[in-house]
Nanobody, 124 residues
Framework: QVQLVESGGVLVQPGGSLRLSCAAS????????MSWYRQAAGKERELVAT???????NYADSVKGRFTISRDNGKNTVYLAMNSLKPEDTAVYYC??????????????????WGQGTQVTVSS
């Protein structure tokens, strides 16, 4: 009943900037925390940033001061602005959302959803 679609991943040079977007759609009632994770080749998925419905944010130490997470509740969309990109930021970036939605039985339900991922490559 809910889908998350990321966009914005591209090849960018070190020191460059990029903004990722993730739009949620479906029978959404409300969205609690939204998040960005990333997974580099051969490594485990790691948390990048989270933002609550009240816009409280949290960041991994490795991205503090360089990345900014934000959301547009009217559009059910979360963003990740990335500045001063480094080669070690290269990864597939995934968005996640804790969603209240209307099920096929019309009951209010809650579940966590993930997008399909978008590749960010930082290289000269």
């Amino acid at each position: 009943q809910v889908q998350l679609v990321e966009s914005g991943g591209v090849l960018v040079q070190p020191g460059g900037s990029l903004r990722l977007s993730c739009a949620a759609s479906g029978t959404i009632i409300s969205i609690n925390t939204m998040s960005w994770y990333r997974q580099a080749a051969g490594k485990e998925r790691e948390l990048v940033a989270t933002i609550t419905s009240g816009s409280t944010t949290n960041y991994a130490d490795s991205v503090k001061g360089r990345f900014t997470i934000s959301r547009d509740n009217g559009k059910n969309t979360v963003y990740l602005a990335m500045n001063s990109l480094k080669p070690e930021d290269t990864a597939v970036y995934y968005c996640g959302a804790d969603v209240y939605y209307r099920g096929t039985d019309s009951y209010r339900r809650r579940s966590e959803y993930w997008g399909q991922g978008t590749q960010v490559t930082v290289s000269s």
